[in-house]
């Protein structure tokens, strides 16, 4: 396959490259060519994918890796009636640009463009939503137990990354599926191994595989219970027959699975020929495919991290390192994590394997032992911090808002119960952006802010995020720092300074209105303050809430207004009528109660209300006569 990173034109790609590609508005189309002109067609569309992901922003390195998987699938299975659910989603492109969706990529992950992950009302071969991972197993069983119980005849299937595998959830549902007497495919998309030179024998996969880390994990378990019952010198120099044991293939059988591979996941003459025969055969199948991100494009080949979700760039040139530019809220985080680990031996990080995402590359290099990567495992690494704070450590678990909501049980019976002091460094609060409804951190404060013994803190600018994230790591119970994503404002303070607990402070001294800023909100309520004369108070905390002030200022003005990047049921302006129990006129600003789209974050708050502007326009509507 040559690589897509050369002998680019100067202006971008030659429309002639898609003469093939722009035939195909619908799978039915794909199925009609000739088998000899799919390979054609893979170069076509991982070229388009290419070209349009560069102009728009959006993931990268995922989808030049299915490309191949995805046309074999719509050439095999009569899709939308076979029914395909891919997990996480972010390795769609492919599917969408066959589906009808080619000219809509213009606007990808834009305001009334189409999602970067499946979405059911966007079209009928997104069979199932998806965004979190790990849920396609369980859906895809749900459906061919419903194709059962309507005596219907279709295929269905879960394509599923090797990193979503580490989820709980999928193994549940593997254990339920082995059980039933259902026709299911659970395709595994495994590129693990994707910085590995290419190969092509099955018997170099073979050895790929088992020299990969499922395999060394479950050897070196297997190596410890020899050892311990005193065979493991037999075992040993049987290797085969302890490869025999520890195989996935042995995995994913004793599941109740018919396992087969793994294949090459770029090759067509190999996919199409498997899948054609085990949609012939009956119960539950697993397809091992191996695949390799940024597949054809040599600069995401090297750094498929890198160019997991890049922003616009030139194809020819690749990522250009940005200079200088204000630093994110996960870097703060980052930074500080690193200075407080120097002063407190105790503390340890955790992330559910978002380590770049959340800022712990630095950590995790300048602080390995104390540095642990759990997984997609969410509900794990909730109660690990737990076990951890038991014996001591002082755990700081960074995950963002949307995925904190996986292990919402383990925060309140693990963690909130036992009075344990776990950090949780909320990151993506509030509005996310491109990644839409599935990853906005609208429920936070409500679903934190109910449990005991948890205080919750929502700083305003970058300094305030360090503050607070140390005022967390040393309270000895559990705490919750909740920032935003992207740049942060204003400068930081290299002192690890605490922050007073459950104290808020005024910030602008006005007339009759008093405008209650949490967290980020803070900065347009200061603006849309100044024509409005009125006064601004920082509150911090969304618990404990700073009581004192509000009432201070409710009986000193004559409109309250709360105003939070955050759901408005439930929210922080709610803890705040709780305490004024309708004894003053209170106006609530915050996200209506629906699911916020995809698109620019700036005109997504501004869409609802939640800029300077919206906020003086709500302001004016509410003031008294």
């Known amino acids: 396959m040559s690589t897509l990173a050369g002998d680019l034109p100067a202006d971008g790609y030659n429309p002639s490259m898609y003469e093939l590609l722009k035939t195909i508005d619908d799978p039915s189309q794909l199925r009609a060519l000739e088998r000899r002109s799919l390979g054609q067609l893979a170069d076509e569309l991982r070229a388009f994918v290419l070209e349009s992901v560069s102009k728009t922003g959006g993931h990268l390195s995922s989808n030049l890796g299915t490309v191949e998987l995805t046309i074999a699938l719509h050439y095999v299975f009569d899709t939308p009636e076979d029914r395909i659910v891919w997990d996480v989603g972010h390795q769609t492109y492919p599917h969408k640009i066959l589906t009808g969706r080619r000219e809509a990529m213009a606007r990808l992950r834009m305001l009334e463009g189409i999602s970067g992950f499946p979405r059911r009302s966007e079209s009928r071969y997104d069979t199932f939503g998806t965004a979190h991972s790990s849920t396609s197993i369980s859906a895809a069983l749900g459906m061919a137990a419903a194709t059962k119980l309507k005596n219907e005849k279709r295929h269905c299937i879960a394509v599923i990354g090797d990193g979503a595998m580490s989820a709980g959830m999928a193994y549940e549902a593997m254990n339920n599926a082995g059980a039933m007497d259902v026709d299911l495919l659970v395709i595994l998309n495994d590129n693990e191994m994707s910085i590995s030179p290419p190969v092509g024998a099955l018997t170099n996969y073979l050895a790929r595989l088992l020299s990969g880390r499922v395999y060394s994990s479950a050897r070196r378990a297997s190596e410890h219970l020899l050892k311990r019952v005193g065979v493991w010198e037999l075992a040993r120099r049987a290797e085969e027959h302890v490869k025999g044991m520890v195989t996935p293939s042995t995995l994913f059988e004793e599941f109740g699975f018919n396992y087969l591979g793994p294949i090459d996941g770029h090759d067509l003459d190999a996919l199409i020929p498997t899948l054609a025969n085990i949609k012939k055969l009956k119960g539950p199948q697993f397809l091992h495919v191996i695949t390799r991100k940024g597949q054809g494009y040599k600069l995401a080949e090297d750094d498929p991290i890198a ?66 990567d759990v997984g997609i495992a969410e509900q794990h690494a909730v109660t690990f911090c737990a076990g951890l704070a038991c014996e001591g450590m002082r755990p700081v678990l960074a995950i963002y808002s949307t995925f904190l909501q996986r292990g919402y049980d383990q925060l309140i019976h693990d963690v909130a119960i036992q009075n344990l002091p776990v950090l949780f460094a ?161 106006l609530l600003i915050g996200l209506p109660d629906r699911f916020i789209d995809h698109g620019d974050p700036a005109r997504l708050l501004a869409s609802v209300g939640l800029d300077a502007e919206g906020i003086r326009k709500a302001v004016r509507g509410a003031m008294p006569d």
Request: glycine share 12%; charged share 25%; aromatic share 6%.
């Open 426 to 586: 909320l990151d993506r609060g509030g509005l996310v952006g491109g990644d839409g409804a599935t990853h906005n951190g609208a429920f936070d404060f409500a679903y934190l802010r109910t449990v005991p013994n948890l205080t919750v803190m929502a700083p305003s600018d970058a300094d305030e995020c360090r503050r607070m994230l140390t005022t967390g790591a040393a309270m000895g119970s559990p705490a919750a720092v909740r920032y935003p994503r992207g740049a942060a404002l204003g400068e930081v303070r290299k002192e690890l300074a605490p922050v007073p607990i459950g104290k808020g402070e005024i910030r602008r001294t006005g007339r009759r209105v008093a405008i209650l800023a949490f967290g980020a909100m803070l900065k347009p309520a200061l603006e849309a303050a100044e024509t409005l004369d009125a006064t601004v108070a920082n509150m911090r905390f969304v618990k404990p809430l700073d009581v004192d002030l509000v009432r201070e200022l409710a009986a000193s003005h004559e409109l309250l207004v709360t105003v939070e990047e955050h759901q408005i049921m439930g929210g922080a302006g709610s803890a705040v009528c709780e305490v004024l129990e309708g004894h003053k006129p209170i």
């Open 307 to 372: 160019y997991h979700g890049p922003g616009k760039f030139d194809p020819a040139e690749g990522l250009k390192k940005s200079a200088g530019g204000r630093p994110t809220y996960s870097q703060v985080f980052g930074e500080w994590l690193c200075d407080m680990a120097a002063a407190e031996p105790r503390l340890v990080a955790v992330t559910p394997a978002m380590r770049e995402g959340s800022g712990m590359v630095q950590f995790s290099e300048r602080f390995p032992q104390r540095y642990f």
